[in-house]
């Protein structure tokens, strides 16, 4: 009986189906683990470091409207979110997005104008829509005790924040994280920077009713 002599051409062929078979085999056990570590860096990093939220109501218009997605920077026991920050934080069991006017230590005015002064200096908003339509517990210098912070909307026409004596500062036990960037909508992306706090404008009759 003839053995069967595979030419050439044969051979080579075969080896070249044998490679390309190895090939798509390897690149599928790559994907695969590519696409798991990159699941568990992804869970890793939004449960630890960043956290995802979505903004719900006017209150921070125009700066965050409603609906909108932003990633925020959770913050650890030793970090304490700063004046100016977009403050993610849980008031009443649900999550709230609000700007941090004051901090700490810090004394707290709301003028019947919206002016805001802390320390006796007024506060720069360049960023704020609406009007104040009342100063409520601000009306009064409001002194803020240890781990204490008070936050406005941005939309102060709207917004129910600190002012209010049912809402309330906010503990920093309470804050999650602080607001970094817009991820939706499309349209929106930015980064949330932090605005210059107080002007150097400083009026030691700043109306302040201790």
């Known amino acids: 009986m003839e053995n069967y002599r ?3 051409g044969e051979v080579l062929r075969e080896m070249k189906r ?3 078979s190895d090939r798509r085999h390897r690149m599928g056990w790559c994907m695969l683990i590519f ?18 939220a979505e903004v719900r109501g006017a209150g921070m218009d125009d700066t965050l409207m409603s609906g909108s997605f932003v990633l925020c920077r959770r913050v650890g026991a030793e970090e304490k979110p700063l004046r100016g920050d977009l ?12 700007r941090v006017i004051a901090a700490s230590g810090d004394r707290v005015v709301v003028g019947a104008d919206g002016e805001v002064r802390i320390n006796g200096e007024v506060l ?5 829509t609406g009007n104040a339509m009342e100063s409520g517990i601000t009306a009064r210098r409001v002194n803020l ?3 204490e912070y008070f936050v406005m909307g941005d939309n102060r026409t709207l917004s129910v924040d600190s002012r209010s004596a049912d809402y309330g500062v906010v503990q920093q036990e309470d804050i999650i994280g602080t607001a970094r960037y817009i991820v939706w909508p499309f349209y929106r992306i930015a980064e949330l920077k932090r605005p210059g706090a107080v002007s ?4 030691e009759n700043s109306g302040e009713t201790p």
Do not use: C, M
Request: proline share 2%; net charge negative.
């Open 18 to 20: 044998v490679r390309r």
């Open 6 to 8: 595979p030419d050439e």
């Open 145 to 147: 005790g240890e781990g």
């Open 35 to 52: 696409i798991v570590l990159a699941a568990v860096a992804g869970w890793f990093i939004s449960n630890r470091y960043y956290t995802l």
């Open 87 to 98: 403050a993610l934080f849980s008031h009443e069991g649900e999550w709230q997005i609000k």
């Open 124 to 128: 720069s908003e360049d960023y704020v």
């Open 200 to 203: 150097a404008e400083t009026d």
